[in-house]
């Protein structure tokens, strides 16, 4: 399961922003990604189990094409009791409830075709 322990918080001191480089404020709003990606080739690696400052997430140019990416990855992490995390436009992290079943009922039950010796209908 994709934890975060301190959701929106750096590390007392030890934070980094990904972006900007700078040090994160044990009090800033940031945003903690999780640990997402194992493919180091992945344009975003760099990005999973990372810190940033909220300022600088929101206005971030790949933004929208990170949050796609990493909520297409977690749709495939679920949790025991079938949630999945997902990220908000803004950066926050939720567990979204399980995916409905698609599939068909196997009693689908079809009206009959009308015979010819069926009597005729009347409406």
Same mark, same amino acid.
């Not at 480089?21 to 940031?30: E, L, R, T, W």
């Not at 690696?45 to 990493?70: G, P």
């Not at 409830?97 to 010796?117: D, G, Y």
């Given at each position: 399961? %994709?934890?975060?322990?301190?959701?929106?918080?750096? %590390?007392?001191?030890?934070?980094?922003?990904? @972006?900007?480089?700078?040090?994160? #404020?044990? !009090?800033? !709003?940031?945003?903690? *990604?999780? /640990?997402? @990606? +194992? #493919?180091?080739? #992945?344009?975003?690696?760099?990005?999973? #189990?990372?810190?940033?400052?909220?300022?600088?997430?929101?206005?971030? /140019?790949?933004?929208? %094409?990170?949050?796609?990416?990493?909520?297409?990855? +977690?749709?495939?992490?679920?949790?025991? /009791?079938?949630?999945?995390?997902?990220? *908000?436009?803004?950066? !926050?992290?939720?567990?979204?409830?399980?995916? +409905?079943?698609?599939?068909?009922?196997?009693?689908?039950? @079809?009206? +009959?075709?009308? *015979?010819?010796? !069926?009597?005729?209908?009347?409406?």
């Amino acid at each position: 399961m %994709l934890g975060v322990s301190n959701p929106g918080r750096g %590390l007392a001191g030890t934070a980094t922003c990904a @972006l900007c480089h700078q040090s994160i #404020d044990p !009090d800033a !709003d940031a945003v903690v *990604t999780p /640990d997402f @990606l +194992a #493919d180091e080739t #992945d344009p975003f690696f760099r990005f999973s #189990d990372a810190t940033m400052h909220r300022a600088c997430f929101v206005v971030w /140019d790949k933004r929208k %094409l990170f949050i796609a990416h990493l909520n297409r990855i +977690a749709r495939h992490l679920v949790a025991e /009791d079938g949630t999945y995390p997902q990220m *908000t436009s803004e950066g !926050d992290l939720v567990q979204r409830p399980p995916q +409905a079943e698609t599939t068909r009922s196997p009693h689908l039950v @079809l009206p +009959a075709r009308p *015979t010819n010796s !069926d009597p005729p209908v009347n409406n």
